[in-house]
Nanobody, 128 residues
């Protein structure tokens, strides 16, 4: 059974950077991030599969980068040029068989319950 623990959230000014981490037990086929802000629809943010394929939401392309330390089973989300609209609770999820692009699509259509594991979340606040 895959378990996920996120860390790295915090408060930052617009234009700043943060790096989120997600430590996983086991080696799922695909891992990624989604976010949920109060009063807003959840949004798949970025996914990475074991073949090195990535998929990003249009809203974060060019600013966020997802990567993984395969030795230690840690997924990262490097977030640069942060905007106030990036403020949300960020959750890590794992999937057993979908590619990164499929996982991003499924997050949009079905949500996190379609995944095999979800972390407890870490809060990101972007404000001046």
């Amino acid at each position: 059974q895959v378990q996920l623990v996120e860390s790295g959230g915090g408060s930052v000014q617009p234009g700043g950077s943060l790096r989120l981490s997600c430590a996983a037990t086991g080696s799922p086929f695909c891992m990624g991030w989604f976010r949920q802000a109060p009063g807003k629809t959840r949004e798949g943010v970025a996914f990475l599969d074991v073949n090195g394929n990535t998929a990003y939401a249009y809203s974060v392309k060019g600013r966020f980068t997802v990567s993984k330390d395969d030795t230690n089973n840690i997924l990262y989300l490097q977030m640069n040029t942060l905007k106030p609209e990036d403020s949300a609770m960020y959750y890590c999820v794992a999937d057993g068989h979908r590619t990164a692009l499929q996982a991003l699509d499924v997050m949009t259509s079905l949500g996190p319950t379609a995944f095999i594991a979800r972390g407890q979340g870490t809060l990101v606040t972007v404000s001046s």
